[in-house]
């Protein structure tokens, strides 16, 4: 009996922080659905839009330099609280400054947008950090840790556009800001209530490299992989949700119905990928895994091309395109926090999610000046293709092992 309470207490921790993340990530998938259409509502300006999203993409790249140095020098139990109850009050900016300014200039959209997001990766980055701890104090394998919160993540991605679209319905654009700031301050009280905070900080001396998470996941050769196929991978996949399959479904379709079937296709199916990661890491290898999942997404995606006038395919596609990809990210997971030594977890953390994300930028410009010059059948087509080459490339050249392996 107090071996069960025992067990029990000791996982508190763990699933608090679990319920944390999910809370704090199913608030930035309501902001994503909000701020578009706010700015679009209150500008009727589709550059304004796209000003607004590329403010959200600057904060990830900053944390690699400010924020991992940040959870390393000042704990991430303390950051994660900070940047929480910072995102509870700066998500409010921008519905409050066309409230009370009325017309609002791009600089300040772009402004408001960046604060908004300016605090949100270093809390997730210092979140990740503790997740080793507090997996070996409920005494849970990683994968099966990780298999759950990927699981959740990517269910947060699906749901949280749901109910971004619902709350926009029902109490409207502005109101949801407020539920979208709600939920960040009960992932800080959650978090506060059920995660014990740690009291080990490293020395401002040690802190002096601003570069040395980069150059630690450059030097090892698992993070390397991880780093430069994750960026090829949002290259390819955050263009081919975010543009390419709304000018597919809206343009050669004409059906905007389809676009929603798509990415709940996508969604599911990427949930339920993560969910399955701690069963398919005891039957296949990690690099069957990692690269494998890279290979059926980009079939999948250069297949999207072609089938441009059956509706239902690509419906197929997109859950395809969805289903091992979700497998990858608790994958990635486990590998950062077996290879990252406790006193670098900030910066190398930070660092990999700034690496992963930087073409991105690059990605959507490519992908529009693509399409506009071309057709969106021909740029799912390349970047279906890429993403297939990057696979079989990265599997060959950079497989991935097990600790006990190597």
Request: charged residues 10%; hydrophobic residues 55%; proline residues 6%.
């Given at each position: 009996m107090n071996n069960f309470i025992n067990l029990r207490t000791s996982t508190i921790p763990l699933f608090g922080l679990i319920s944390a993340?999910?809370?704090?990530?199913?608030?930035?998938?309501?902001?994503?659905?909000?701020?578009?259409i706010l700015i679009l509502q209150q500008t009727q300006s589709p550059l304004m839009t796209g000003i607004a999203s590329a403010a959200n993409i600057i904060p990830i790249l900053m944390a690699a330099f400010v924020g991992g140095r940040a959870i390393d020098r000042l704990g991430a139990w303390s950051v994660s609280i900070i940047a929480d109850l910072l995102s509870c009050i700066s998500v409010l900016t921008l519905p409050l400054?066309?409230?009370?300014?009325?017309?609002?200039?791009?600089?300040?959209?772009?402004?408001?947008?960046?604060?908004?997001?300016?605090?949100?990766?270093?809390?997730?980055?210092?979140?990740?950090?503790?997740v080793p701890r507090l997996a070996r104090f409920a005494r849970k394998p990683l994968e099966k840790v990780n298999t759950l919160r990927g699981g959740l993540e990517n269910g947060a991605d699906f749901v949280g556009q749901i109910v971004g679209v619902g709350l926009i319905g029902t109490v409207?654009?502005?109101?949801?800001?407020?539920?979208?700031?709600?939920s960040f301050l009960?992932?800080?009280?959650?978090?506060?209530?059920?995660?014990?905070?740690?009291?080990?900080?490293?020395?401002?001396?040690?802190?002096?490299?601003?570069?040395?998470?980069?150059?630690?996941?450059?030097?090892?050769?698992q993070l390397r992989s991880l780093a430069l196929i994750g960026m090829i991978a949002n290259f390819v996949i955050l263009p081919f949700l975010g543009l390419l399959l709304p000018v597919l479904t809206t343009q050669v379709f004409n059906n905007p119905t389809l676009l929603g079937a798509c990415l709940s296709a996508f969604g599911i199916n990427a949930t339920l990928g993560a969910l399955s990661f701690s069963w398919l890491s005891r039957l296949c290898s990690r690099s069957l895994i990692f690269y494998g999942r890279l290979l059926v997404s980009g079939v999948a995606i250069a297949l999207c091309g072609f089938f441009t006038t059956q509706p239902s395919i690509i419906i197929?596609?997109?859950a395809f395109a969805g289903l091992?990809?979700?497998?990858?990210?608790?994958?990635?997971?486990?590998?950062?926090?077996?290879?990252?030594?406790?006193?670098l977890a900030g910066q190398v953390f930070t660092s990999l999610i700034a690496i992963s994300f930087a073409a991105v930028p690059l990605g959507l410009l490519l992908a529009g000046a693509v399409t506009q010059l071309s057709s969106v059948e021909t740029v799912l087509g390349l970047s279906g293709g890429l993403l297939m080459i990057a696979a079989i490339v990265g599997w060959s050249a950079a497989p991935f092992q097990k600790l006990i392996d190597r």
């Open positions: 993340e999910f809370l704090s990530l199913l608030g930035n998938q309501i902001a994503a659905i909000a701020i578009p400054a066309f409230i009370y300014l009325g017309k609002v200039s791009p600089s300040l959209v772009f402004l408001l947008v960046f604060v908004g997001a300016l605090f949100d990766p270093s809390g997730i980055a210092a979140r990740q950090t503790l409207g654009t502005i109101n949801a800001f407020f539920v979208n700031a709600a009960l992932c800080a009280i959650i978090f506060i209530l059920a995660v014990p905070k740690t009291q080990k900080r490293l020395p401002a001396s040690f802190h002096t490299d601003i570069l040395l998470g980069i150059r630690f996941i450059f030097g090892n050769s197929i596609l997109s091992l990809l979700g497998a990858g990210n608790p994958l990635e997971q486990t590998i950062l926090q077996e290879e990252t030594p406790q006193m």
